[in-house]
């Protein structure tokens, strides 16, 4: 995972709302707090939105790599907040 300064995430069951909760931190503190939405992003990859349509998981290896690529982006000193990530147990170990 690429150096961030702060990060944090938003854990909890499928369809809990955790987008949601991140999203309305983001809209309180737009200038301090970005969304990072796992989910959202994979269903733009092709072949991991086939897998999600077909109740398949993503490889860790795509979603990890998914993760990075967009953190990449993230303006140093933002909190950014990532929602439904790490969803499997070799995800949070390679946080």
Known sequence: MPNCVHWGCVLGQPAAG????AELL???FPDDV?????????????????AISAGRLVSDDVVCATVD???EKVKEGVMVLLAGYPATRAQAQRM
């Not at 955790?18 to 909760?21: F, G, H, S």
């Not at 970005?34 to 086939?50: E, F, I, N, T, Y």
């Open 18 to 21: 955790k987008t949601r909760q």
């Open 26 to 28: 983001a809209e309180a």
């Open 34 to 50: 970005c969304v990072v939405s796992v989910p959202q992003l994979l269903r733009k990859l092709p072949g991991a939105a086939d």
């Open 69 to 71: 690529d967009e953190l």
